[in-house]
């Protein structure tokens, strides 16, 4: 089980994210390398959301895979090519998450390394 919380003394928290996520001793970790907006066939998505509604749905089906959902979730790390996207980015994952707020970074890069991609998210989770 993921125990996730706020650390008093530190400025909360000003989006959908937690200071610290911790883990129960003995739990296995899953690092998931980082999902880019390609559809299982290889298609890319066309625009910024699609690309990023694929990214959460390949995170979700890893975590499936692995008898996991995103309430395993330890850590997230987001690269973003364009800041305004942060906006919709910000939408979308509340919309693949729900109630879920796993600590998390976000980064705004120069690009990633297929030029026509917008976003990257790699994650780590843990299974009891």
């Known amino acids: 089980m993921v125990k996730r919380y706020d650390v ?17 001793p003995g739990a296995r970790l899953y690092h998931l390398a980082g999902q880019t907006g390609f559809a ?17 749905a390949n995170i979700e089906q890893i975590l499936k ?6 309430d395993n979730l330890i850590k997230i790390t987001v690269f973003l090519i364009n800041p305004d996207d942060i906006p919709e980015w ?12 796993p600590a998390s970074t976000l980064l705004v890069i120069s690009r990633l390394a297929i030029p026509e991609l917008l976003i990257e998210v790699e994650a780590i989770a843990a299974k009891d």
């Open 90 to 101: 910000r939408d979308i994952q509340k919309n693949a998450f729900g109630d879920v707020v």
């Open 65 to 70: 895979e692995c008898g996991m959902t995103f």
């Open 40 to 56: 299982p066939d290889g298609t890319m998505g066309k625009d910024f959301r699609e690309q990023a509604e694929l990214v959460y």
């Open 8 to 24: 008093e003394g530190v400025r909360s928290p000003g989006g959908r994210y937690s200071h610290v996520a911790e883990t129960e």
